[in-house]
């Protein structure tokens, strides 16, 4: 069985500050790992994924993440927060190509100017 | 490049009618995926087709049935239409296994029911 905790489920940061967003997951087997990013009245933007390889994953607009299996975690970070990063983001794990996703709750990221 | 597309955007429709809703995935994607997101929630997997075939489900009321056409193409119907039903509905693709792990979301059908 799969699933997704996704600490906080709004988190406020000044432009410029780090973002962190927190993912931890469940899973019977290697994960999949992925973070969405979704804004208003629009689909879900692929943000970055973990499949297999090096832990930490760089993805678009300046966001990584680090896959620490011993935590059971991939926290979204990224160093200077953007007003534009203003958006709800979504962790979201499988067990693989075809297998459905399972989403955690959604944290919605204020960018206070 | 060609996205996941999804008809029609909006739907506004009243309890107990029906609704199609239609998903046409990415090209040479073989699996699809429609997922129901309610307001201020997170999506919730509905149903998959792997090659024309239901490949999973999940919870996906009675009321509703989806299917998967020979040129891929997925439409969710759903009938007995309730005011829950309200939400954006995602389709989401993937390409043949192996070839590569993530899913490729719409932009959704915001489905309003009055």
């Known amino acids: 069985a799969q699933s997704v905790t996704q600490l906080g489920s709004h988190v406020s940061v000044s432009e410029g500050a780090l973002v962190l967003l927190r993912c931890n997951y469940s899973s019977s087997v290697p994960p999949y790992l992925f973070w969405y990013v979704q804004y208003p009245n629009q689909g879900l933007q692929l943000l970055l994924k973990y499949t297999t390889g090096a832990t930490l994953v760089k993805g678009i607009n300046g966001f990584e993440a680090e896959f620490k299996k011993s935590e059971t975690s991939f926290h979204l970070t990224k160093p200077s927060a953007h007003m534009s990063d203003a958006a709800e983001y979504f962790c979201a794990v499988s067990e693989g190509p075809g297998n459905q996703f399972y989403f955690g709750t959604g944290t919605s990221l204020t960018v206070i100017p | 490049a060609a996205g996941v597309i999804q008809s029609p955007r909006h739907l506004i429709k009243e309890k107990r009618e029906t609704a199609t809703l239609k998903c046409y995935p990415i090209p040479r994607h073989d699996t699809v995926y429609w997922y129901q997101q309610g307001p201020g929630q997170d999506p919730q997997f509905l149903i998959s087709?792997?090659?024309?075939?239901?490949?999973d489900k999940g919870s996906i009321p009675d009321r509703f049935s989806a299917q998967q056409f020979s040129d891929y193409h997925s439409e969710l119907n759903m009938s007995s239409l309730e005011l829950g039903d309200s939400a954006l509905y995602f389709c989401?693709?993937?390409?043949?296994?192996?070839?590569?792990?993530?899913?490729?979301f719409g932009q959704g059908t915001r489905l309003t029911v009055v």
């Open positions: 989401a693709s993937t390409p043949p296994t192996g070839r590569s792990t993530e899913a490729f």
């Open positions: 087709f792997y090659e024309k075939m239901q490949s």
